[in-house]
């Protein structure tokens, strides 16, 4: 049951809301995540440059104004997949099963992550090499999250985007029967939160929480991206007319869009295009969808997509660790090929020991009921939403 190879992937359906679209774009999103932080972070930190990594810039990412390299497309295409999949799967369960499973699906893995990153850390610092010291307070905050709303460094660099999830799952919960019944009423309560989080960030009342309160409306001005995933699956999988859909989407761009201008004006300025990269990973949300069955995924995608949570937590420590190693030592394109072979083995692991019993056991925890009960035979086998 634990074998990746691959029960599990050829179990990902034809069905449950065009799921192998969705799995597909997973699998592109992390791929882009990792491409960005070893191909073209590392190489700018440290002066390298790398003729693959300058022709796609060249020939792709420069011409058509994509930002960080593709990293941000990737977790733009994770925020529309989450938006997505949490709506498809969590219209189907209770309250109770919702929030365990979203639970177990988020922290345990995150917290693994944390044991892999300073595990690195004590290592470079018994070998006398630059290393990071993490107080109890910035792993204690940053094991439940919360320290992006209290301006304590996290442990796990990538984990900025997860206390977005954990802010939209607390949504979602709070209107759970709602977006089962009405979700166009649903999502526009979630705009109406968002605007008024992101309208009193700078006027909170309470001086002693307004530093506080403002990072966490940070946070909140990201939620319009998961909004637009749901908006596309009200259109894909609730029947809910395109232009409805549609207007949404529009709506939950604007609230985005207002979001930045409010508190990250920087990201507006000239050459910070965030913008295209949006509408890019939304026409490939879109692509993949009106294409459904007209193609295979490849096995290779799939096993990269049921794992993709577990890379996307690994594979910033083991890309350091492994380029810093060899760096001077192999030509790069060596160092970034061992890299990958190290994340592969990392997040495979972290799937098998980790990722997957703290699923098996939420499955325990909340035992499906008539609520609960996939739409479809095929349903019965889908993956569980997450962040990737």
Not at 202 to 207: G, K, V
Not at 243 to 258: D, E, H, N, P
Request: charged fraction near 15%.
């Amino acid at each position: 049951m634990g074998r990746l190879s691959f029960d599990t992937v050829r179990s990902i359906p034809r069905r449950a809301g065009s799921i192998r679209s969705i799995a597909l774009v997973r699998a592109i999103a992390v791929l882009l995540v990792v491409w960005d932080h070893g191909a073209g972070r590392w190489t700018e930190r440290h002066g390298r440059s790398w003729i693959p990594l300058e022709t796609v810039q060249d020939w792709s990412t420069r011409p058509l104004g994509i930002i960080q390299d593709a990293g941000w497309l990737g977790v733009v295409l994770f925020f529309l997949v989450s938006g997505y999949i949490i709506s498809e799967v969590g219209t189907r369960e209770s309250r109770r099963s919702f929030a365990i499973r979203r639970f177990l699906r988020i922290y345990p893995p995150l917290w693994a992550s944390f044991v892999l990153i300073i595990g690195i850390e004590a290592v470079k610092r018994a070998l006398d090499r630059p290393h990071v010291h993490y107080t109890a307070d910035q792993v204690v905050w940053s094991a439940s999250l919360f320290n992006y709303a209290n301006g304590l460094r996290g442990v796990n660099g990538v984990a900025w985007t997860l206390i977005i999830e954990v802010l939209f799952y607390a949504l979602v919960l709070t209107l759970l029967p709602l977006l089962a019944r009405r979700p166009l009423v649903a999502v526009t309560v979630e705009l109406i939160v968002v605007a008024i989080v992101v309208a009193s960030a700078r006027s909170f009342p309470l001086h002693r929480l307004k530093g506080d309160w403002h990072l966490l409306a940070v946070s909140v001005s990201y939620l319009p991206l998961l909004v637009i995933g749901q908006c596309i699956w009200m259109w894909n999988a609730r029947g809910i007319p395109v232009a409805r859909a549609a207007t949404m989407a529009g709506i939950a761009w604007l609230a985005f869009v207002f979001g930045m201008r409010r508190l990250h004006p920087k990201f507006l300025l000239d050459g910070n295009l965030y913008g295209p990269s949006v509408a890019l990973a939304i026409a490939i949300v879109l692509i993949a969808l009106l294409t459904e069955g007209r193609w295979r995924l490849p096995s290779w995608l799939a096993a990269i997509s049921v794992v993709s949570y577990s890379v996307y937590l690994v594979h910033g420590a083991l890309l350091s660790v492994v380029l810093d190693s060899l760096d001077g030592r192999v030509p790069f394109t060596v160092a970034f090929g061992l890299a990958i072979v190290a994340i592969v083995v990392g997040s495979v692991a972290m799937w098998r020991f980790v990722e997957l019993p703290s699923q098996q056991l939420a499955r325990r925890l909340s035992p499906r009921r008539k609520l609960d009960e996939p739409r479809s035979r095929d349903d019965a086998r889908s993956p569980d939403g997450g962040p990737a």
